[in-house]
T-cell receptor, first 113, second 112 residues
Framework: NAGVTQTPKFQVLKTGQSMTLQCAQD?????MYWYRQDPGMGLRLIYY???????DKGEVPNGYNVSRLNKREFSLRLESAAPSQTSVYFC????????????FGSGTRLTVV | QKEVEQNSGPLSVPEGAIASLNCTYS??????FFWYRQYSGKSPELIMS????GDKEDGRFTAQLNKASQYVSLLIRDSQPSDSATYLC????????????FGSGTRLLVRP
């Protein structure tokens, strides 16, 4: 099925460990996004990529890095995980311009202990 | 002031009733408006979009937009227990490089 695929679905990390969250879309969308969702906080933008070859910081970028590997793939890296990064992470994609919404992946539930 | 505001709820309605979900936004240049439904433990799912003032209907859902009042709403007719979820309002404008700004969501509970 066409859509946005995220891996892994669940992950437990120890404080200080690193990991990369993977995201791929097969809808030929130009723009891709990483959000985190915490109880009562809604969806907060971490980083986004308006088009292949570009990345920009969102609302809460500290502690994260991203790579737009190609048009399909956009990864999120935690270099040194902290308990404050315990959250659900969603990747999304869309056409950059025009009246289009986002298509979300199924999410990664990350716990940092 | 938050850019997109929603009442967190829960909004509780009986089965068969009309559920009315509201959202206000602060940026007058906002141009596109979206409603997402999110079931517990799942990802947001786009259910409605609206770009022009007035009403837009799709099945049991009606989105209403009033740009002068900076207000967008979602009506769910004949509410069903399966409609119980959190509904997220999102706004897009050119000034934000076409990024969607999300409200924190309204939790809807439909009582059987």
């Amino acid at each position: 099925n066409a859509g946005v695929t995220q891996t892994p679905k669940f992950q437990v990390l120890k404080t200080g460990q690193s990991m990369t969250l993977q995201c791929a879309q097969d809808m030929n969308h130009n723009s891709m996004y990483w959000y985190r969702q915490d109880p009562g906080m809604g969806l907060r933008l971490i980083y986004y990529s308006a088009s292949e070859g570009t990345t920009d910081k969102g609302e809460v970028p500290n502690g994260y890095n991203v790579s737009r590997l190609n048009k399909r793939e956009f990864s999120l890296r935690l270099e040194s995980a902290a308990p404050s990064q315990t959250s659900v992470y969603f990747c999304a994609s869309s056409e950059a311009e025009g009246n289009y919404g986002y298509t979300f992946g199924s999410g990664t539930r990350l716990t940092v202990v | 002031q938050k850019e997109v505001e929603q009442n967190s709820g829960p909004l509780s309605v009986p089965e068969g009733a009309i559920a009315s979900l509201n959202c206000t936004y602060s940026d007058r240049v906002s141009q596109s408006f979206f409603w997402y439904r999110q079931y517990s433990g799942k990802s947001p799912e786009l259910i409605m979009s609206i770009y022009s003032n007035g009403d837009k209907e799709d099945g049991r859902f009606t989105a209403q937009l009033n740009k002068a009042s900076q207000y967008v709403s979602l009506l769910i007719r004949d509410s069903q227990p399966s409609d119980s979820a959190t509904y997220l309002c999102a706004v897009k404008n050119m000034d934000s490089s076409y990024k969607l700004i999300f409200g924190s969501g309204t939790r809807l509970l439909v009582r059987p």
